[in-house]
């Protein structure tokens, strides 16, 4: 079954408003959480690293203002996307590491719409 | 820095068909290799890896075997079929699981028609 829990997996919205994105690990604890978005053509993009107790690391490019991160728990990241716009539409992915060793768990995604 | 090139798609088969999907990638040092599937809707999923030199990963049909001389790690599979039709990425990372993030290449879509 899934290990990493992301919510909502469908969420619409109007322009100007926030969203928040949940992302959990349902049975170990994650002091690392990666975020990703999803442009069409499925290019997937590393948008921040979320440390548990610490700020997140943002990736060059990205609005640390418009894409704030908390890492509240060792079991939960979100992502709010604030001030939303339609181009901010598209399909958000968490994931995260249960040790160094073993391979990422991916969150099934959040496909968000801006009207 | 480290990166993954696979082949663009979409790749259209029938099903039956032999599939190869190539991915090389650049990296320092000696990177684990993986292959995600996501299929329509959802996130991704892990299908295989491989952590040294001529390790062959393997799972439901696919395989890919880690070629260190050639930079590479090819998926095949000798018989897909319909519910193989997903979209696939080649990944690495170089912290063997993957704990310090993944490189993705840009992921390859394939449809299995019958």
């Known amino acids: 079954g899934a290990v990493v829990s992301q919510h909502p997996s469908r969420v619409i919205c109007k322009s100007g408003t926030s969203v928040k994105i949940e992302c959990r690990s349902l049975d170990f604890q994650a002091t690392t959480m990666f975020w990703y978005r999803q442009f069409p053509k499925q290019s997937l993009m590393l948008m921040a690293t979320s440390n548990e107790g610490s700020k997140a690391t943002y990736e060059q490019g990205v609005e640390k203002d418009k894409f704030l991160i908390n890492h509240a728990s060792l079991t939960l990241s979100t992502l709010t996307v604030t001030s939303a716009h339609p181009e901010d539409s598209s399909f958000y992915i968490c994931?995260?590491?249960?040790?160094?060793?073993?391979?990422?768990?991916f969150g099934n995604g959040t496909r968000l719409t801006v009207t | 820095g480290d990166s993954v090139t696979q082949m663009e798609g979409p790749v259209t088969l029938s099903e039956e068909a032999f599939l190869t999907i190539n991915c090389t990638y650049t990296a320092t040092g000696y990177p684990s290799l993986f292959w995600y599937v996501q299929y329509p809707g959802e996130g991704l999923q892990l299908l295989l890896k491989a952590t040294k030199a001529d390790d062959k990963g393997s799972n439901k049909g696919f395989e890919a075997t880690y070629r260190k001389e050639t930079t590479s790690f090819h998926l095949e599979k000798g018989s897909v079929q319909v519910s193989d039709s997903a979209v696939y990425f080649c990944a690495l990372s170089d912290s063997g699981g993957g704990a310090d993030g993944l490189t993705f290449g840009k992921g390859t879509h394939l449809i299995i028609q019958p």
């Open positions: 994931s995260a590491p249960r040790d160094r060793a073993s391979p990422l768990h």
